[in-house]
């Protein structure tokens, strides 16, 4: 994968791209799968051990449960999250980390601080 796309002009100044990006790099791929919205926040929220489906609702208030559903549903298909049903009355479904969504916090940690830095006009609320 090539990361030194760039412009070049020639002498009567039609400009080219040296070395397109002919597919995803990995900033994008990376992306692709913790960009989803709400799905930083619910890996957050669950870093520090498991919890159950309807606490995690409650952390994440803006988002409706089918879309935590979705968001959980797609992190445990790519191997970030685990899921654990507890056959209780009623049932509990509780959510954990796994060591790969474990090497995701970091990324996140950083993103946190960053995005704290930013000056107030530049994020969107």
């Keep these: 994968m090539r990361l030194d ?14 070395a397109p990006c002919m597919e995803p790099c990995a900033i994008e791929k990376g992306m692709r799968v913790l960009g989803g919205k ?5 890996l957050w929220h669950i870093k520090d051990g498991p919890v159950r489906f309807n606490d995690l609702a409650r952390m ?18 790519k191997g970030l999250v685990s899921r654990h049903v507890r056959e209780t009355s009623p049932v509990i479904v509780e959510y954990a980390i796994t060591p790969l969504g474990e090497t995701a916090i970091k990324v996140l ?17």
């Design 60 to 77: 994440v208030g803006g988002a409706s449960k089918k879309m935590i559903t979705e968001r959980l549903r797609f992190l445990e298909a």
């Design 109 to 125: 940690d950083e993103l946190r601080e960053w995005s704290e830095s930013l000056p107030a006009d530049v994020v969107e609320e």
């Design 5 to 18: 796309a760039h412009v070049t002009e020639d002498p009567k100044g039609r400009r080219r791209v040296a």
């Design 38 to 42: 709400w799905t930083g926040s619910l």
